[in-house]
Protein backbone atom coordinates (compact mmCIF):
# COMPACT_ATOMS: atom_id res chain seq x y z
CA UNK A 1 0.00 0.00 0.00
CA UNK A 2 1.22 3.54 -0.87
CA UNK A 3 2.83 5.58 2.39
CA UNK A 4 0.15 8.51 1.50
CA UNK A 5 -2.70 5.88 1.23
CA UNK A 6 -5.83 8.33 2.64
CA UNK A 7 -3.48 11.07 3.87
CA UNK A 8 -6.00 13.46 2.03
CA UNK A 9 -8.80 11.46 3.78
CA UNK A 10 -7.22 11.85 7.20
CA UNK A 11 -6.11 15.44 6.64
CA UNK A 12 -10.37 16.33 6.28
CA UNK A 13 -11.24 14.27 8.81
CA UNK A 14 -8.55 15.97 11.08
CA UNK A 15 -9.52 19.51 9.71
CA UNK A 16 -13.29 18.83 10.76
CA UNK A 17 -12.19 19.35 14.53
CA UNK A 18 -12.08 23.04 13.48
CA UNK A 19 -15.24 23.98 15.22
CA UNK A 20 -14.53 22.60 18.27
CA UNK A 21 -14.27 25.41 21.50
CA UNK A 22 -12.70 23.13 24.02
CA UNK A 23 -8.96 22.59 23.27
CA UNK A 24 -8.22 19.58 25.09
CA UNK A 25 -11.12 18.17 23.28
CA UNK A 26 -9.65 19.04 19.91
CA UNK A 27 -6.07 18.09 20.59
CA UNK A 28 -7.27 15.04 22.18
CA UNK A 29 -9.75 13.56 18.90
CA UNK A 30 -7.07 15.45 16.55
CA UNK A 31 -4.24 12.74 17.84
CA UNK A 32 -7.16 10.21 17.63
CA UNK A 33 -8.18 10.33 14.27
CA UNK A 34 -4.24 10.49 12.99
CA UNK A 35 -2.96 7.28 15.23
CA UNK A 36 -6.08 5.26 14.18
CA UNK A 37 -5.50 6.53 10.62
CA UNK A 38 -2.08 5.48 10.87
CA UNK A 39 -3.32 1.96 12.38
CA UNK A 40 -5.76 1.01 9.52
CA UNK A 41 -3.19 2.45 7.19
CA UNK A 42 0.45 0.67 8.17
CA UNK A 43 -2.09 -2.82 9.57
CA UNK A 44 -3.90 -2.93 5.90
CA UNK A 45 -6.69 -3.55 7.85
CA UNK A 46 -9.32 -5.59 6.20
CA UNK A 47 -13.52 -4.90 6.02
CA UNK A 48 -13.85 -8.35 7.88
CA UNK A 49 -11.30 -7.20 10.54
CA UNK A 50 -12.79 -3.72 10.64
CA UNK A 51 -16.70 -5.39 11.29
CA UNK A 52 -15.17 -7.88 13.92
CA UNK A 53 -13.24 -5.27 15.76
CA UNK A 54 -16.70 -3.35 15.55
CA UNK A 55 -18.34 -6.81 16.64
CA UNK A 56 -16.30 -7.32 19.30
CA UNK A 57 -16.53 -3.67 20.99
CA UNK A 58 -20.36 -4.13 20.61
CA UNK A 59 -20.35 -7.40 22.84
CA UNK A 60 -18.43 -5.35 25.30
CA UNK A 61 -20.36 -3.02 25.75
CA UNK A 62 -23.66 -5.55 25.98
CA UNK A 63 -21.86 -7.70 28.53
CA UNK A 64 -21.45 -4.85 30.60
CA UNK A 65 -24.18 -3.55 33.41
CA UNK A 66 -23.97 -1.89 36.99
CA UNK A 67 -22.06 -5.02 38.23
CA UNK A 68 -19.81 -5.82 35.35
CA UNK A 69 -17.36 -3.89 33.65
CA UNK A 70 -16.11 -5.28 30.60
CA UNK A 71 -14.30 -2.18 28.90
CA UNK A 72 -12.57 -1.49 32.15
CA UNK A 73 -11.28 -4.86 31.81
CA UNK A 74 -10.45 -4.29 28.03
CA UNK A 75 -8.20 -1.72 28.76
CA UNK A 76 -6.32 -3.37 31.66
CA UNK A 77 -6.07 -6.27 29.41
CA UNK A 78 -4.22 -4.21 26.62
CA UNK A 79 -2.11 -2.18 29.46
CA UNK A 80 -3.89 1.01 28.69
CA UNK A 81 -5.21 1.63 32.44
CA UNK A 82 -1.88 1.30 33.71
CA UNK A 83 -0.40 3.48 31.17
CA UNK A 84 -3.26 6.17 31.69
CA UNK A 85 -1.94 5.46 35.64
CA UNK A 86 1.56 6.23 35.45
CA UNK A 87 1.24 8.94 33.48
CA UNK A 88 -1.05 10.45 36.24
CA UNK A 89 0.89 9.32 39.13
CA UNK A 90 4.51 8.83 37.97
CA UNK A 91 6.92 6.13 39.86
CA UNK A 92 9.41 7.02 42.12
CA UNK A 93 9.53 9.87 45.24
CA UNK A 94 8.12 9.62 48.77
CA UNK A 95 4.23 8.56 48.26
CA UNK A 96 2.96 5.64 47.59
CA UNK A 97 2.50 4.21 44.20
CA UNK A 98 -0.71 3.97 42.38
CA UNK A 99 -2.44 0.89 40.19
CA UNK A 100 -5.14 0.58 38.26
CA UNK A 101 -8.46 0.76 39.45
CA UNK A 102 -9.97 -2.44 38.27
CA UNK A 103 -13.29 -3.42 37.07
CA UNK A 104 -14.89 -4.65 40.86
CA UNK A 105 -14.94 -1.16 42.90
CA UNK A 106 -18.25 -0.79 44.22
CA UNK A 107 -19.44 2.87 46.04
CA UNK A 108 -21.08 3.27 49.30
CA UNK A 109 -19.18 0.29 51.33
CA UNK A 110 -19.71 0.24 55.00
CA UNK A 111 -18.19 2.25 57.54
CA UNK A 112 -16.98 0.20 59.87
CA UNK A 113 -14.92 1.26 63.59
CA UNK A 114 -10.70 0.53 63.65
CA UNK A 115 -10.16 -3.03 64.13
CA UNK A 116 -13.05 -4.14 62.26
CA UNK A 117 -13.06 -7.23 59.67
CA UNK A 118 -14.43 -6.94 56.36
CA UNK A 119 -15.78 -10.43 55.97
CA UNK A 120 -19.22 -10.97 56.57
CA UNK A 121 -18.96 -14.68 55.96
CA UNK A 122 -15.86 -15.65 57.84
CA UNK A 123 -14.29 -17.82 54.78
CA UNK A 124 -10.37 -17.38 53.72
CA UNK A 125 -7.22 -17.54 56.28
CA UNK A 126 -8.01 -13.89 58.32
CA UNK A 127 -5.33 -11.15 57.92
CA UNK A 128 -4.88 -8.56 60.19
CA UNK A 129 -3.81 -5.30 57.89
CA UNK A 130 -2.39 -2.38 60.52
CA UNK A 131 -0.53 1.15 59.37
CA UNK A 132 -0.70 4.55 59.31
CA UNK A 133 -1.65 7.31 56.61
CA UNK A 134 1.29 10.00 56.12
CA UNK A 135 2.41 13.39 54.44
CA UNK A 136 5.51 12.76 52.65
CA UNK A 137 7.73 14.30 55.40
CA UNK A 138 6.14 11.32 57.72
CA UNK A 139 3.25 13.50 59.44
CA UNK A 140 0.04 11.40 60.34
CA UNK A 141 -2.91 12.27 58.70
CA UNK A 142 -5.45 11.89 60.92
CA UNK A 143 -9.22 11.26 59.34
CA UNK A 144 -7.62 9.92 56.26
CA UNK A 145 -10.41 7.80 54.51
CA UNK A 146 -9.57 4.40 53.21
CA UNK A 147 -11.78 2.54 51.09
CA UNK A 148 -10.78 -1.51 50.48
CA UNK A 149 -12.12 -4.15 48.75
CA UNK A 150 -10.99 -8.13 48.03
CA UNK A 151 -11.81 -11.32 46.55
CA UNK A 152 -13.27 -14.17 48.94
CA UNK A 153 -11.00 -17.08 49.53
CA UNK A 154 -12.44 -18.68 46.34
CA UNK A 155 -11.12 -15.56 43.96
CA UNK A 156 -14.70 -14.29 43.38
CA UNK A 157 -15.74 -10.67 44.91
CA UNK A 158 -18.73 -10.82 46.16
CA UNK A 159 -21.03 -9.31 43.13
CA UNK A 160 -19.67 -12.27 41.33
CA UNK A 161 -20.53 -15.07 43.61
CA UNK A 162 -24.11 -15.02 44.65
CA UNK A 163 -23.20 -17.24 47.35
CA UNK A 164 -21.45 -14.12 49.88
CA UNK A 165 -23.47 -11.28 51.45
CA UNK A 166 -23.68 -8.15 49.26
CA UNK A 167 -20.49 -5.86 49.44
CA UNK A 168 -18.91 -8.67 51.38
CA UNK A 169 -15.28 -7.96 51.66
CA UNK A 170 -15.74 -4.11 51.36
CA UNK A 171 -15.16 -1.14 53.84
CA UNK A 172 -14.44 1.88 54.91
CA UNK A 173 -12.41 2.84 58.18
CA UNK A 174 -10.67 6.46 58.96
CA UNK A 175 -7.42 6.66 60.55
CA UNK A 176 -7.00 7.86 64.28
CA UNK A 177 -5.34 10.85 65.98
CA UNK A 178 -2.11 9.36 64.74
CA UNK A 179 -2.39 8.42 61.49
CA UNK A 180 -3.47 4.31 62.37
CA UNK A 181 -5.32 2.05 60.94
CA UNK A 182 -5.90 -1.37 61.51
CA UNK A 183 -8.55 -4.04 60.17
CA UNK A 184 -9.35 -7.49 59.41
CA UNK A 185 -9.58 -9.02 56.14
CA UNK A 186 -8.51 -12.59 54.95
CA UNK A 187 -5.54 -13.47 52.90
CA UNK A 188 -5.86 -12.22 49.25
CA UNK A 189 -5.61 -15.40 46.50
CA UNK A 190 -4.77 -14.77 43.25
CA UNK A 191 -7.35 -14.97 40.66
CA UNK A 192 -8.68 -15.03 37.01
CA UNK A 193 -10.61 -12.12 35.39
CA UNK A 194 -13.70 -13.09 34.17
CA UNK A 195 -12.58 -14.71 31.09
CA UNK A 196 -16.59 -15.78 29.76
CA UNK A 197 -17.21 -12.20 28.00
CA UNK A 198 -15.41 -11.11 25.36
CA UNK A 199 -11.88 -10.29 26.58
CA UNK A 200 -12.29 -13.64 28.10
CA UNK A 201 -12.03 -14.53 24.33
CA UNK A 202 -9.34 -12.06 23.25
CA UNK A 203 -6.80 -13.53 25.65
CA UNK A 204 -7.35 -17.19 24.68
CA UNK A 205 -6.81 -16.03 21.46
CA UNK A 206 -3.68 -14.17 22.12
CA UNK A 207 -2.27 -17.68 24.47
CA UNK A 208 -2.44 -15.34 27.34
CA UNK A 209 -3.99 -16.23 30.62
CA UNK A 210 -6.21 -14.45 32.89
CA UNK A 211 -4.56 -14.54 36.30
CA UNK A 212 -3.76 -11.50 38.62
CA UNK A 213 -1.37 -11.81 41.42
CA UNK A 214 -3.10 -11.94 44.90
CA UNK A 215 -3.96 -8.14 45.72
CA UNK A 216 -6.39 -6.12 48.51
CA UNK A 217 -7.43 -2.97 46.66
CA UNK A 218 -7.30 0.01 48.83
CA UNK A 219 -8.49 4.03 47.79
CA UNK A 220 -7.02 6.31 50.28
CA UNK A 221 -8.22 10.10 50.22
CA UNK A 222 -7.48 12.51 53.08
CA UNK A 223 -8.69 15.97 52.61
CA UNK A 224 -5.75 18.17 50.89
CA UNK A 225 -4.50 15.21 49.24
CA UNK A 226 -4.79 13.43 46.17
CA UNK A 227 -6.25 10.35 46.26
CA UNK A 228 -4.44 7.18 45.85
CA UNK A 229 -5.96 4.46 43.94
CA UNK A 230 -3.53 1.24 44.81
CA UNK A 231 -3.23 -2.48 45.63
CA UNK A 232 -1.04 -4.42 48.15
CA UNK A 233 0.45 -7.35 46.60
CA UNK A 234 1.27 -10.91 48.47
CA UNK A 235 5.07 -11.29 48.13
CA UNK A 236 5.94 -15.03 46.91
CA UNK A 237 2.65 -14.95 44.78
CA UNK A 238 3.62 -16.84 41.30
CA UNK A 239 1.67 -14.36 39.11
CA UNK A 240 3.36 -11.31 40.21
CA UNK A 241 5.81 -11.18 36.60
CA UNK A 242 2.49 -11.73 35.00
CA UNK A 243 -0.01 -10.01 35.78
CA UNK A 244 -2.63 -10.17 33.26
CA UNK A 245 -3.39 -6.51 33.64
CA UNK A 246 0.08 -5.63 34.39
CA UNK A 247 -0.49 -3.47 37.30
CA UNK A 248 2.57 -4.95 39.66
CA UNK A 249 4.28 -2.76 41.01
CA UNK A 250 7.25 -3.90 43.25
CA UNK A 251 6.79 -1.13 46.21
CA UNK A 252 3.43 -2.70 46.44
CA UNK A 253 4.41 -6.24 47.07
CA UNK A 254 4.41 -6.94 50.65
CA UNK A 255 5.01 -9.73 53.10
CA UNK A 256 1.88 -11.50 55.12
CA UNK A 257 3.29 -12.90 58.28
CA UNK A 258 1.80 -16.61 59.12
CA UNK A 259 0.91 -16.26 62.84
CA UNK A 260 0.18 -20.51 64.31
CA UNK A 261 -0.14 -19.34 67.63
CA UNK A 262 -3.86 -19.60 69.27
CA UNK A 263 -3.20 -16.38 71.87
CA UNK A 264 -2.13 -14.70 69.39
CA UNK A 265 -5.01 -15.27 67.21
CA UNK A 266 -7.01 -14.36 70.00
CA UNK A 267 -5.65 -11.04 70.79
CA UNK A 268 -6.43 -9.98 67.21
CA UNK A 269 -10.00 -11.53 67.59
CA UNK A 270 -9.21 -13.93 64.27
CA UNK A 271 -8.43 -17.85 64.76
CA UNK A 272 -4.92 -19.42 63.93
CA UNK A 273 -3.39 -19.74 61.36
CA UNK A 274 -4.18 -15.75 60.30
CA UNK A 275 -1.40 -13.37 58.91
CA UNK A 276 -0.30 -9.66 59.71
CA UNK A 277 0.73 -7.13 56.91
CA UNK A 278 2.18 -3.30 57.88
CA UNK A 279 2.06 -0.89 55.41
CA UNK A 280 2.29 2.93 55.78
CA UNK A 281 0.00 4.36 52.83
CA UNK A 282 2.22 8.20 52.15
CA UNK A 283 -0.37 10.63 49.89
CA UNK A 284 0.83 13.09 47.79
CA UNK A 285 -0.41 17.05 48.88
CA UNK A 286 -2.90 18.30 46.83
CA UNK A 287 -0.48 21.98 46.28
CA UNK A 288 2.32 19.30 44.69
CA UNK A 289 0.79 17.14 42.57
CA UNK A 290 1.18 17.63 39.12
CA UNK A 291 -1.40 17.88 36.55
CA UNK A 292 -1.14 16.03 33.68
CA UNK A 293 -3.60 16.73 30.17
CA UNK A 294 -3.69 20.45 32.03
CA UNK A 295 -6.29 21.88 29.85
CA UNK A 296 -4.78 20.73 25.99
CA UNK A 297 -1.20 19.01 25.21
CA UNK A 298 2.06 18.85 26.07
CA UNK A 299 4.05 21.46 24.86
CA UNK A 300 6.01 19.71 22.61
CA UNK A 301 3.21 17.99 20.82
CA UNK A 302 1.20 20.65 20.37
CA UNK A 303 3.82 22.66 18.38
CA UNK A 304 4.50 19.57 16.22
CA UNK A 305 1.27 17.94 16.18
CA UNK A 306 -2.00 20.65 16.38
CA UNK A 307 -1.72 22.04 12.57
CA UNK A 308 -3.35 19.07 10.21
FE1 LIG B 1 -8.69 -7.12 42.16
Not at 51 to 70: M, N, V
Not at 100 to 117: E, H, I, K, Q, T
Not at 150 to 176: A, I, K, S, V
Not at 182 to 203: E, M, N, Q, R
Amino acid sequence: MREDAGSALTAAARRSLAGTSDPRLRFVMDRLIAHLHAFIRETELTEAEWLRAIQFLTATGQISDDRRQEFILLSDVLGASMLVDEINHPAGGLVTASTVLGPFYRPGARDLPLGASISQDARGEPAVFSGRVLAPGGTPIPGALLDVWETNENGLYEQQDPDQPDMNLRGRFRTDAAGRYTFTGIKPVSYAIPDDGPVGTLLRALGRHPYRPAHIHFIVSAQGYRPLTTHLFVKGDPYLASDAVFATRDALVVDFIRHDTPTEAAAHGVTAPFYTVTYDFVLQPLDTAPAPGGGTAPQSARIKEAQP
